[in-house]
């Protein structure tokens, strides 16, 4: 039975470190990283700044889901993001998830 716990803790760890090392990868291959940096402003705010202002908010990653997958404007200034429409919904989870997580690393 310890064995089981042990097992199902280490499945969690691992799928979670996967989703933050895969959430940049994601990112540069669905080209957020044209408008989005880490830690800098560019065209769009920085994820890093993202993550903090949504810090406290449990349905932050809901979201954001939201706003990459429909895009949205007047947020963060004058830049319009435009939807993503062509990124699948579990790679939006995964990019939400990532950018929420930053802020813990």
Not at 13 to 32: D, T, V
Request: glycine share 8%; aromatic share 12%.
């Amino acid at each position: 039975m310890r064995n089981k716990y042990l097992f199902v803790l280490l499945a969690c760890f691992f799928l979670s470190a996967n989703a933050y090392a895969g959430g940049y990868a994601l990112a540069k291959k669905h080209m957020c990283t044209a408008c989005h940096s880490l830690d800098k402003k560019s065209m769009g705010p920085s994820w890093m700044s993202i993550s903090i202002r949504y810090q406290s908010d449990p349905k932050a990653e809901s979201y954001l889901f939201d706003k990459i997958r429909y895009g949205g404007a007047g947020v963060w200034g004058d830049a319009v993001m435009p939807p993503s429409n062509s990124v699948d919904e579990a790679d939006i989870r995964v990019l939400a998830h990532y950018i929420m997580g930053l802020v813990k690393e």
